[in-house]
């Protein structure tokens, strides 16, 4: 049954550089080197904020892709031009990630409380733990630590980094005797206009999820049905109850892919073009690293064997994510496809992450369905080709969810904790 | 000899004052100083003041609020790694539009205690300079014909041993208007990357606001101290560019001294293959 909630979704951008397509730069819109170019950043900025959304988001990793075919692999530092954009707007929430494996606490708790104090008040922090070797041996080290041990690493950190931003309002050093960290001292940094800048925590590993419910004050999550995504939501919901804390203390927000058109025909053939304009090797490339299995060796008109469904050997030294792991194959069990039509599926549906083509129209519809069902308390939505697909959202999509009751009008916070207060209570059901 | 130019050295106080408010902001931006150093009190060796600013998210800042005012963000590799660092320092130079460089020095005082010694500051100072060319930007060629954004293959490996070994490389190509500005400060112990030394023997001296400045250098750099107001500091700012000072045009920081660029490093290893045009699906 959905029980009919009031409030406000959650609306977040997740800039994805260009947008999540690899043929983005191929846009008309775009110069060949937009994705350094600040006016670009701006741009984007202030889009998302003449939309009033509440947050704008950027992913991270310390390590380069091959950026061939691609500008997603292309990575400014996030907190560098997030605080960059923040000179460039006024309201609208910035999420910078950031990795608990490679960077230092005090460090990094300096830098977010720095950025936090000269956004007014507008700075989110995405916890991530980072995988793979190639990350690792930029910092002198031949691979990551295993999982369970990032994520103590992780645990651990946030608990500084939070003592650390309290020490800023009560100027008192703190002392840190952890297992991993000896540390102290304070910040000299002025204190939160937020009270502490806002914890986002991506990745659905159980110990991730354990982070979540512990400290989260936002989860960036990977969903392909609303049946899982209902499943975990409530998890992690009552994690946070678990760790005493309210519900609505933690915000879900799965990330969704987007291609939109005015009509339902013209949003899928933007999608076939931008695909086809994208290099072909992507999908087979994605699913192999996604569910640690090289999917080139797999027969193309069959269905995925058992055993390439079936849990990875070593939870701790695969690559990938659990959690996206996780959602790809409840998807391929729950319908069964062969491998081609499965490939063929993701070009429309994407990356671990659910995708949507169709009409603004049609996107409410479905952001409305997820809502009321208590899957969501907000999507990060992932534009195609952001030049374009995020006015689309700022001017067509926005107007009609603020028609049915489901988003603001004008911003009536102006931090990215009040955004995050003033969205949707948790629905009894979960 | 020319006039020498002017650089100004402001704290932490001073950070917080100037980017809360729009008409201090304003005044600098117009200021036709060589740069301001973002919190020159961690890297000279003084204690922490009551109030500072990360000088990178202030520089962040100043890209964004500003159009021609010049800056280096300080960083002393004490507790943050240089690959980080090197992300942060290319990013600004590209956010900047050339208008940022890096001073390294040895040990921060505000940072909670940890290694500060003289050879992780000059590896740093190397790392970020070898990463940041790791990347050139020309091979940036965004051809829609052959489906080719990067030539890729141009991109090498930085494989740096020493105090941070590093693979690279980094994730973002050297800005257009070529690898930042390095400064050190005071003459020991400065590594090859370094293009500009401050203090001791260095191209720029240091005279405390209000003292007399000295002679016979390239630059000049006016520290503020705890008893001035940014008003203060901008003040005495505009009326020695008024005077003996050389005022230097608006435009990227390393075309502003002067300096050239530096040299190219020896080809690496590549990092990745030769793009092959891509077949569509
Ligand atoms: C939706 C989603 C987004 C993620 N974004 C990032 C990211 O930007 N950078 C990153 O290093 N890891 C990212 N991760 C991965 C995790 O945060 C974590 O780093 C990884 O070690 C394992 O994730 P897991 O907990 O799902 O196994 C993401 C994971 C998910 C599910």
């Given at each position: 049954?959905?029980?009919?909630?009031?409030?406000?979704v959650?609306?977040?951008?997740?800039?994805?550089?260009?947008?999540?397509?690899?043929?983005?730069?191929?846009?008309?819109?775009?110069?060949?080197?937009?994705?350094v170019?600040p006016?670009?950043?701006?741009?984007?900025?202030?889009?998302?904020e003449?939309?009033?959304?509440?947050?704008?988001?950027?992913?991270?990793?310390?390590?380069?892709?091959?950026?061939?075919?691609?500008?997603?692999?292309?990575?400014?530092?996030?907190?560098?031009?997030?605080?960059?954009?923040?000179?460039?707007?006024?309201?609208?929430?910035?999420?910078?990630?950031?990795?608990?494996?490679?960077?230092?606490?005090?460090?990094?708790?300096?830098?977010?409380?720095?950025?936090?104090?000269?956004?007014?008040?507008r700075?989110?922090?995405?916890?991530?733990?980072?995988?793979?070797?190639?990350?690792?041996?930029?910092?002198?080290l031949?691979?990551?630590?295993?999982?369970d041990?990032?994520?103590?690493?992780?645990?651990?950190?946030?608990?500084?980094?939070?003592?650390?931003?309290?020490?800023?309002?009560?100027?008192?050093?703190?002392?840190?005797?952890g297992?991993?960290?000896?540390?102290?001292?304070?910040?000299?940094?002025?204190?939160?206009?937020?009270?502490?800048?806002?914890?986002?925590?991506?990745?659905?590993?159980?110990?991730g999820r354990?982070?979540a419910?512990?400290?989260?004050?936002g989860?960036?999550?990977?969903?392909?049905?609303?049946?899982k995504?209902?499943?975990?939501?409530?998890?992690?919901?009552?994690?946070?109850?678990?760790?005493?804390?309210?519900?609505?203390?933690?915000?879900?927000?799965?990330?969704?892919?987007?291609s939109?058109?005015?009509?339902?025909?013209?949003?899928?053939?933007?999608?076939?073009e931008?695909?086809?304009?994208?290099?072909?090797?992507?999908?087979?490339?994605w699913?192999?690293?996604?569910?640690?299995?090289?999917?080139?060796?797999?027969?193309?008109?069959?269905?995925?064997?058992e055993?390439?469904?079936?849990?990875?050997?070593?939870?701790?030294?695969?690559?990938?994510?659990?959690?996206?792991?996780?959602?790809?194959?409840?998807?391929?069990?729950?319908?069964?496809?062969?491998?081609?039509?499965?490939?063929?599926?993701?070009?429309?549906?994407?990356s671990?992450?659910a995708?949507?083509?169709?009409?603004p129209?049609?996107?409410?519809?479905?952001?409305e369905?997820?809502?009321h069902?208590?899957?969501?308390?907000?999507?990060?939505?992932?534009?195609?080709?952001?030049?374009?697909?995020?006015?689309?959202?700022?001017?067509?999509?926005v107007p009609?969810?603020?028609?049915?009751?489901?988003?603001?009008?004008?911003?009536?916070?102006?931090?990215l904790r009040?955004?995050?207060r003033?969205?949707?209570?948790?629905?009894?059901?979960? | 000899?020319?006039?020498?130019?002017?650089?100004?050295?402001?704290?932490?106080?001073?950070?917080?004052?100037l980017?809360?408010?729009?008409a201090?902001?304003?005044?600098w931006?117009?200021?036709?100083?060589?740069?301001?150093?973002?919190?020159?009190?961690r890297?000279?060796?003084?204690?922490?003041?009551?109030?500072?600013?990360?000088?990178?998210?202030?520089?962040?800042?100043?890209?964004?609020?500003?159009?021609?005012?010049?800056?280096l963000?300080?960083?002393?590799?004490?507790r943050?790694h240089?690959?980080?660092?090197?992300?942060?320092?290319?990013?600004?130079?590209?956010?900047?539009?050339?208008?940022?460089?890096?001073?390294?020095?040895?040990r921060?005082?505000?940072?909670?205690?940890?290694?500060?010694?003289?050879?992780?500051?000059?590896d740093?100072?190397r790392?970020v300079?070898?990463l940041?060319?790791?990347?050139?930007?020309?091979?940036?060629i965004?051809?829609?014909?052959?489906?080719?954004?990067?030539?890729?293959?141009?991109?090498?490996?930085?494989?740096i041993?020493?105090?941070?070994?590093?693979?690279?490389?980094?994730?973002?190509?050297?800005?257009?208007?070529?690898?930042?500005?390095?400064?050190?400060?005071?003459?020991a112990?400065?590594?090859?990357?370094?293009?500009?030394?401050?203090?001791?023997?260095g191209?720029v001296a240091?005279?405390v606001?209000?003292?007399?400045?000295p002679?016979?250098t390239?630059?000049?750099?006016?520290?503020?101290?705890?008893?001035?107001?940014?008003?203060?500091v901008?003040?005495?700012?505009?009326?020695?560019?008024?005077?003996?000072?050389?005022?230097?045009?608006?435009?990227?920081?390393?075309?502003?001294?002067?300096?050239?660029?530096?040299?190219?490093r020896?080809n690496?290893?590549?990092?990745?293959?030769?793009?092959?045009?891509?077949?569509?699906?």
């Amino acid at each position: 049954m959905t029980d009919r909630r009031t409030g406000h979704v959650i609306l977040g951008i997740n800039a994805l550089v260009l947008g999540y397509l690899p043929a983005a730069w191929q846009s008309p819109l775009l110069g060949k080197d937009s994705f350094v170019d600040p006016a670009y950043w701006e741009t984007i900025g202030r889009t998302a904020e003449r939309g009033t959304l509440d947050v704008v988001f950027l992913a991270d990793a310390p390590v380069l892709g091959d950026p061939a075919h691609d500008a997603n692999p292309i990575r400014l530092e996030p907190t560098v031009t997030w605080g960059h954009v923040a000179a460039a707007t006024q309201r609208i929430g910035l999420v910078a990630t950031a990795s608990t494996t490679f960077n230092d606490p005090f460090e990094l708790a300096e830098r977010l409380l720095s950025w936090d104090h000269l956004s007014g008040g507008r700075a989110g922090w995405n916890i991530v733990t980072t995988r793979g070797a190639d990350a690792a041996r930029n910092f002198g080290l031949p691979d990551v630590p295993l999982r369970d041990d990032r994520y103590d690493r992780a645990a651990e950190f946030v608990d500084v980094v939070r003592a650390l931003w309290d020490s800023a309002a009560t100027g008192a050093d703190i002392r840190h005797h952890g297992d991993l960290f000896q540390l102290e001292g304070r910040l000299r940094v002025p204190p939160s206009r937020q009270g502490r800048p806002v914890l986002l925590q991506a990745g659905g590993s159980p110990k991730g999820r354990e982070l979540a419910g512990r400290v989260a004050e936002g989860v960036f999550a990977a969903e392909l049905t609303k049946d899982k995504a209902i499943e975990h939501y409530r998890l992690v919901k009552r994690l946070a109850r678990g760790n005493g804390r309210s519900p609505d203390d933690v915000k879900i927000l799965p990330g969704l892919l987007l291609s939109l058109g005015s009509t339902e025909e013209e949003a899928r053939r933007r999608n076939d073009e931008l695909h086809d304009a994208g290099p072909a090797a992507y999908s087979v490339q994605w699913l192999s690293q996604s569910i640690g299995y090289d999917a080139s060796k797999l027969e193309l008109d069959e269905p995925f064997p058992e055993e390439v469904l079936a849990a990875p050997a070593d939870p701790q030294t695969f690559q990938g994510s659990m959690g996206f792991r996780e959602s790809i194959v409840a998807q391929i069990r729950r319908t069964n496809p062969t491998v081609r039509e499965y490939l063929r599926q993701t070009r429309s549906t994407g990356s671990g992450h659910a995708g949507f083509v169709g009409t603004p129209e049609q996107l409410a519809d479905h952001i409305e369905d997820w809502f009321h069902s208590g899957a969501i308390d907000g999507f990060n939505l992932q534009p195609d080709v952001l030049a374009d697909g995020l006015a689309v959202i700022a001017d067509e999509l926005v107007p009609i969810l603020r028609r049915r009751g489901l988003y603001r009008h004008e911003y009536q916070t102006d931090t990215l904790r009040g955004h995050f207060r003033a969205a949707a209570a948790t629905p009894d059901s979960a | 000899m020319p006039a020498p130019y002017l650089a100004l050295g402001l704290t932490g106080p001073h950070l917080v004052e100037l980017t809360s408010s729009a008409a201090l902001l304003a005044r600098w931006d117009a200021l036709p100083a060589a740069f301001t150093v973002l919190g020159v009190e961690r890297v000279d060796g003084s204690p922490p003041a009551a109030r500072t600013l990360d000088s990178s998210a202030v520089g962040a800042a100043l890209a964004g609020q500003t159009t021609r005012g010049r800056f280096l963000i300080v960083a002393s590799p004490q507790r943050d790694h240089p690959y980080n660092l090197a992300r942060r320092v290319a990013s600004l130079g590209h956010l900047s539009r050339g208008r940022s460089g890096l001073l390294v020095g040895v040990r921060d005082a505000y940072a909670a205690p940890d290694r500060a010694t003289a050879a992780r500051a000059r590896d740093a100072a190397r790392a970020v300079r070898a990463l940041e060319q790791s990347w050139p930007h020309e091979s940036i060629i965004g051809d829609r014909e052959t489906g080719i954004l990067v030539r890729s293959n141009e991109i090498v490996h930085v494989d740096i041993g020493g105090e941070f070994p590093i693979a690279g490389p980094l994730t973002v190509p050297e800005p257009p208007t070529g690898a930042s500005v390095i400064a050190w400060s005071g003459s020991a112990d400065a590594p090859d990357a370094v293009d500009l030394v401050i203090g001791e023997g260095g191209a720029v001296a240091v005279a405390v606001l209000g003292e007399r400045p000295p002679r016979g250098t390239a630059g000049v750099l006016l520290r503020a101290e705890a008893e001035h107001s940014v008003d203060d500091v901008l003040t005495a700012a505009e009326r020695l560019l008024a005077g003996d000072f050389r005022p230097l045009a608006a435009g990227p920081l390393r075309a502003a001294l002067g300096l050239a660029a530096p040299p190219p490093r020896a080809n690496g290893r590549a990092a990745f293959p030769v793009p092959q045009p891509h077949p569509s699906l």
